[in-house]
């Protein structure tokens, strides 16, 4: 009992640095071995103690919610939809009491939940129902990682706080769920409110809390105590900002960046800080009279979808772009949506005339979450057979539909050379979509090779193309012969390979040669790299042999700048590492064993040193052994480092 009291107290630690702290002081790996230790433990003696952290995996479904009466009222807020009318509020606040500091922090748009404890422990996880009755979700709430369910204050307290559902855990579920969620608001309300814990803890929810409904000791004097007391008590609080001028206060508000959170907000709650001086304010029937909730202009809501047009991108891909009936939405007319693909549509069951739930977010073009309301006349959106640009016969690949003319399809030709010329790739100035279009229009271009070929005479043909112009354009194109291997790959616009991945491939192959020439099985001990990635990688290459040694023919060939030596343990050694490390990643161990001297290759041969084996190693493990070279396993490394 002893050492599971020991375990509970610091596996509770750990998650509490992990999901509040956001400063994990521990590896997943050791996290892991502890909280199996304790898993056996509990078997083993048939005892779990009331705040071990393994109760936070959904336990066996529930057959009904009960009642719950909280112990304070939970109020509702009143609301204003403009400044003026935070002004006007402020004004017949200022009449009571001139003095006055305010309090700011989000609206959280998710689900409220009231937190009771009781010695230190969690007794009761309620919904808000009525603000004086609401229903027991303790066994939902346990599966949230993030809820402490052992405090340092003893006495009883009851908390309130908002369960949401991180956008970033909203994204990662609809990836692979058979019935995508509509929205994180929804995916949270339907998450506490499933009967079925394991169901709640698959949606990965978080809670964060802005208030102590209740204090045994009496009450926390002001709303900035009131969040430092819970985070004195492991909570999970957001952003406090504070201020006695209402117009300092609407000035932050006006700055808010919701598009830049990891969850949904609707506004934003103006509070009275002294909790004194909310006594004096007091309460109307449904509202307390020192805080109000000012809301934001909706990011969703619904219109009618009128048709799909099929795009073309760079790589042949198609993209559904939803035709819909214009809608206000973030103070912009809305009338076209992505789709993403056709899985997606088929996912999220979109027809043509249903009404659908869109939203906007970061300022980019608006998503279709889902359907809202079919009618008789709505029709299945089916894929397209034929290529709307050229003609060419289409291909699925899973979810996705293909162009295979990559050759003649004017968008896949335009696509790849606005890629080519932008500033992430080959930074190529004064380029434009537009300049492209009458580029390959006007003279034929197919390859990114031929706009090293363009005279000065041929562009100060185009449209909109003065001596100075030409010029720039010209210069530009003959400085980025000199660009850097990360951009260069970047720029041949490989599929799934990025900006972050070009990198990594050039960190690692160092020339355009040696990764031209680099296997499936070469690529994938990169980090970054998986599966489908290194299918492409090796298909582009084996499909463009001509087009790179026609870069090289032209002076584009860079290199990455040779790696200083460093002397070390590792000195001269040729080491190869296979198999699953536990204390880090391979790309991390490789960076250690060449700060240490040595030189991390990615095949066994004649030609190597050693090679370090981690869990489930292969082949590799078998040919160092049949070679006689060296091997040691993972703690013989760490003792070398």
């Known amino acids: 009992m002893e050492r599971m009291r020991e375990l509970v107290d610091l596996l509770n630690k750990y998650a509490y640095q992990y999901y509040v702290l956001d400063e994990p002081t521990v590896s997943d790996v050791q996290y892991d071995a502890l909280y199996n230790e304790l898993l056996a433990l509990e078997k083993e003696s048939g005892t779990v103690l009331p705040d ?100 340092p204050y003893n006495g009883v307290v009851e908390v309130q706080g908002e369960g949401i559902m991180r956008l970033s855990a909203f994204n990662k579920y609809n990836e692979t769920a058979t019935e995508p969620l509509k929205n994180a608001r929804n995916g949270v309300a339907g998450a506490i409110r499933n009967l079925d814990p394991k169901v709640t803890a698959s949606r990965n929810l978080d809670v964060i809390f802005y208030n102590v409904n209740y204090l045994e000791d009496g009450y926390v004097p002001s709303q900035e105590e009131n969040i430092k007391f819970l985070k004195d008590n492991r909570f999970k609080t957001e952003t406090l900002f504070k201020s006695s001028d209402m117009e300092e206060v609407i000035s932050y508000i006006s700055k808010v960046d919701r598009q830049s959170l990891d969850f949904l907000i609707d506004g934003m709650v103006i509070k009275v800080n002294s909790v004194a001086l909310r006594e004096e304010l007091g309460y109307t029937e449904k509202f307390p009279r020192w805080a109000m909730a000012y809301k934001f202009e909706a990011e969703e809501t619904s219109t009618k979808l009128l048709d799909v047009e099929w795009n073309v991108g760079r790589t042949g891909k ?148 003065k001596d100075k112009k030409t010029e720039n354009f010209i210069a530009s194109v003959e400085k980025s012969k000199s660009t850097s291997l990360p951009a260069f790959i970047n720029a041949l616009g490989i599929e799934n390979v990025g900006k972050k991945a070009a990198k990594d491939l050039a960190e690692r192959f160092r020339n355009i040669d040696a990764l031209s020439v680099a296997t499936k099985e070469e690529l994938v001990t990169i980090d970054e790299v998986g599966d489908v990635m290194a299918d492409c990688i090796v298909s582009y290459f084996a499909r463009h042999k001509d087009r790179i040694e026609e870069f090289k023919s032209l002076g584009i060939n860079p290199q990455m700048e040779e790696k200083q030596k460093s002397e070390g343990v590792f000195s001269g050694l040729k080491v190869v590492l296979t198999g699953t490390l536990s204390a880090f990643s391979r790309t991390v161990a490789a960076k250690e064993i060449e700060a240490r001297g040595g030189e991390v290759t990615s095949s066994v041969t004649k030609l190597t040193d050693l090679v370090i084996v981690g869990e489930d190693a292969g082949s590799k493990k078998a040919k160092a052994e049949k070679l006689g070279i060296k091997t040691i396993n993972e703690q013989e490394f760490l003792k070398l480092l």
Not at 112 to 122: D, P
Request: with cysteine; net charge negative; glycine share 8%.
């Open 52 to 151: 071990s952290p393994t109760k936070k995996i959904g336990g066996d479904p529930i057959k009904a919610f009960t009642p719950h009466v909280h112990i304070n009222k939970l109020y509702s807020l009143d609301k204003c939809n403009s400044f003026e009318e935070l002004r006007a509020w402020d004004a017949k606040l200022r009449q009571l009491k001139a003095d006055i500091e305010y309090t700011v922090e989000y609206k959280l748009d998710g689900l409220t939940l009231c937190l009771t404890y009781e010695g230190g422990l969690l007794k009761c996880a309620a919904t808000r129902g009525n603000g004086e009755v609401g229903e027991d979700v303790t066994a939902q709430v346990l599966t949230v990682k993030s809820i402490p369910t052992r405090i």
């Open 318 to 465: 198609l993209t559904p772009l939803a035709i819909l009936e214009a809608v206000e939405l973030c103070g912009v007319t809305v009338k076209r949506a992505t789709l993403n693909n056709y899985g997606d549509i088929l996912r999220k069951k979109v027809k043509i005339g249903s009404n659908v739930f869109i939203r906007r977010s970061n300022d980019v073009i608006p998503e279709i979450l889902g359907v809202a309301e079919d009618f008789e006349d709505s029709k299945q959106i089916l894929p397209p057979t034929r290529c709307p640009s050229c003609g060419s016969e289409l291909y699925e690949d899973g979810a996705h539909i293909f162009c295979p003319n990559e050759e003649n399809c004017l968008p896949q030709i335009i696509g790849r050379l606005e890629h080519f010329c932008s500033k992430d790739c080959m930074d190529i100035r004064g380029i434009s979509e537009s300049t492209v279009t009458q580029i390959v229009n006007a003279f034929g271009v197919k390859e990114p090779t031929d706009l090293y070929k363009l005279t000065r005479e041929q562009i100060g043909k185009l449209e909109g193309f």
